[in-house]
């Protein structure tokens, strides 16, 4: 299946793609950085260290963390960080859209896979 993946560098240690949007989306689901990160295969330290980079990457933070206690910790997104998943959402739609007949081009181009 083809498909259009899109990734934004703004500068060399700042950028946001597919994964780090998936994972933003899993914490606002799970209300956990470990539970989110489980579900995509990736240690806590990991992404943690995503969260982390993205909320040092905006003037806003993306996700608010609660530290663990007797009920445990968790994790949310602020409104920003709703704000981040849309705008990057609605780039990847548009570009979809403006590039779906170049990419049929090139898919119907393609060799017979092996």
């Known amino acids: 299946m083809t498909r259009l993946t899109l990734r ?3 500068d060399h240690d700042r950028a ?3 994964g780090k949007i998936k ?3 899993l914490i606002d689901t799970t209300g956990s950085i470990s539970a989110a990160g ?3 295969g990736m240690s806590y330290r990991r ?3 995503l969260v982390d980079n993205l909320n040092r990457c ?8 609660q530290v663990g206690g007797v009920r445990g910790g968790g994790a949310s997104l602020t409104g920003f960080g709703h704000a ?8 990847e739609k548009a570009a979809e859209s403006a590039g779906a007949a170049h990419v049929g081009a090139l898919t119907a181009s393609l060799a017979d896979a092996p």
């Open 8 to 10: 934004i560098d703004f």
């Open 16 to 18: 946001i793609g597919p």
């Open 23 to 25: 994972l933003l989306e």
């Open 38 to 40: 489980r579900q995509m």
């Open 47 to 49: 992404a943690w260290l």
């Open 58 to 65: 905006f003037r806003e933070p993306v996700v608010a963390a």
């Open 84 to 91: 981040v998943i849309e705008h990057y959402r609605a780039i």
